[in-house]
């Protein structure tokens, strides 16, 4: 079995007890500003998904849909979790390091113009909701950089 680095991050912060794990405590995290980052389960039901990525986008927190349920639960000691928040700055960041270069491996991006985002940001989305993150296009290059309240990834 192939080591998955962004599951392992998610089991250190569940260790160091910075881990809200399930529905009800997903939502708490987020509704209280304590959340850096979500990752909700690629198998978790359209509704899920759609709730999580509606309250993400309100609280301005980026999220994830990343690995089944099971790999979830397995990586914090549960049988299975359909979404999970990280409560560290510092994890957050990390764990968000990871799963990017994972979507840049994977090589499936594209852009939308963002409708809330008047300042010429888009949303970034990768390939089957993997990610939503939103992105400036650096004006020397041209070449997309990743941001999230003004800190760059």
Known sequence: ???DSVLSLVGIAKKAGKVAAGEFQTEQAVSSGR???VI???EASE????KFRNMCDFYRIPVFFYGGKEQLGTAIGCEFRASLAITDEGLS???EKKLLQF????GVYCGTVGEDDPGGGQEFL???????????ENEVDGNMKVECEGREV
């Open 1 to 3: 079995m192939r080591r």
């Open 35 to 37: 959340a850096g980052l």
């Open 40 to 42: 909700v389960s690629e």
């Open 47 to 50: 509704n899920t998904k759609k």
């Open 93 to 95: 960041r990390s764990i």
């Open 103 to 106: 979507t840049k491996n994977q």
């Open 126 to 136: 990768k390939s089957p909701g993997m990610v939503r993150r939103h992105v400036k």
